[in-house]
């Protein structure tokens, strides 16, 4: 009995250890989306193109306008905004996402270049934002 007892908890540490992380696993998807999607005009590095397509990189736009950040991905972007002191005023159209797709593009967002948030983007958290 000791010996199942035993076994039982080692196989439960072990399983527990292959665990996978969520964000991380998000983060991981959306650095494809963004590959497919973004890079082209925010550049691999997330610099952007100064005055025409604004940088994502340690933009303090995404932490200060969370929910804006996920509606532009999700619905595309016009008018005016402001990144690092910076305006930019262009058209980024709707990119065609799934939910999950704009969660996971956004969590690979904030969490690379200099950015960082430990507050996960939920698929249904974009499912809310019209």
Not at 45 to 53: H, I, L, Q, S
């Amino acid at each position: 009995m000791k010996l199942l007892i035993t076994i039982t908890f080692i196989a439960c540490v072990f399983i527990s250890f292959q665990a996978t992380d969520p964000l991380k696993e998000s983060i991981k998807r959306g650095e494809e989306v963004y590959a497919d999607f973004c890079k082209v005009c925010h550049m691999p590095t997330g610099e952007g193109m100064k005055g025409v397509f604004p940088p994502l990189a340690k933009a303090d736009y995404l932490l200060n306008n969370r929910e804006e950040s996920i509606k532009a991905v999700k619905n595309g972007q016009k008018g005016e905004i402001v990144v690092n002191g910076a305006t930019y005023n262009g058209l980024m159209a709707p990119l065609g996402l799934d939910d999950e797709e704009v969660a996971d593009v956004m969590n690979y967002i904030l969490n690379s270049w200099g950015n960082s948030s430990d507050k996960m983007v939920t698929e249904e958290e974009v499912s809310k934002i019209e």
